[in-house]
């Protein structure tokens, strides 16, 4: 069974700029998370979609947005990017999304440099 | 509010040699609480996860047990390897709403010598 997907591995962007990613979950989950990850500020979350829908969202800025498509594929979108957006984006896949056996599956990230 | 907290790293250990590393947590409600782990350049890998008091999780030769009068998951592993060379993460499970959401700890870096 194939893992969590994200694309790409790598992307340099200037200030300015907008940045969209993309991750495919695992066959048969439906909920996707984003996470950033940063030295400063670890793991923050970023959102989470379940059937095209967002139910859940961190404190994060309007700047960053995202969404699901109906085979659960979702993609986040950065705009007018700033020096500080620059970080490790992580999405997780799981079945449904709520419960206390619910495991998250991470993908390997796209690391996003700010220029 | 929810929190986690680990111990700062790094760690650094010989091969074969015991290997703690605390977590401690604060939250309302009983959370599940998990270990991720992080080898270079890769993304985050489930390591094992307990969901209620006294739950005991393992993989890997790891063990964790959720104490729920200490406010406590920590990692234990009897004969670290240099392959266990990573970023460990404790995090808990917040239901948010009635969503998931996981709340991770800062990270203790571990590196293990031959």
């Known amino acids: 069974k194939a893992g969590v997907t994200q694309t790409p591995r790598y992307l340099i962007k200037t200030r300015g700029q907008q940045v969209t990613l993309s991750c495919s979950p695992i066959s048969g989950h439906r909920s996707v998370s984003w996470y950033q990850q940063t030295p400063g500020q670890g793991l923050q979350f970023l959102f989470e979609y379940f059937s095209e829908t967002q139910r859940n969202k961190g404190n994060f800025p309007g700047r960053f947005s995202g969404r699901q498509f109906s085979n659960s594929r979702s993609e986040m979108n950065v705009s007018t990017l700033e020096l500080g957006d620059s970080a490790l984006y992580l999405c997780a896949s799981s079945l449904a999304g709520r419960g206390k056996d619910e495991k998250l599956f991470f993908g390997s990230g796209t690391q996003l440099s700010v220029l | 509010g929810n929190s986690v907290t680990q111990m700062e790293g790094p760690v650094t250990l010989s091969e074969e040699a015991f290997l703690t590393i605390n977590c401690t947590y604060t939250?309302?409600?009983?959370?599940?609480l998990f270990w991720y782990v992080q080898y270079p350049g890769e993304g985050l890998q489930l390591l094992l996860k307990a969901t209620k008091a006294d739950d005991k999780g393992s993989n890997k030769g790891f063990e964790a047990t959720y104490r729920k009068e200490t406010t406590s998951f920590h990692l234990e592993k009897g004969s670290v390897q240099v392959s266990d060379s990573a970023v460990y993460f404790c995090a808990l499970m917040s239901f948010s709403g009635g969503y998931n959401k996981l709340i991770f700890g800062a990270g203790t870096r571990l590196a293990v010598h031959p």
């Open positions: 939250a309302t409600g009983y959370p599940s």
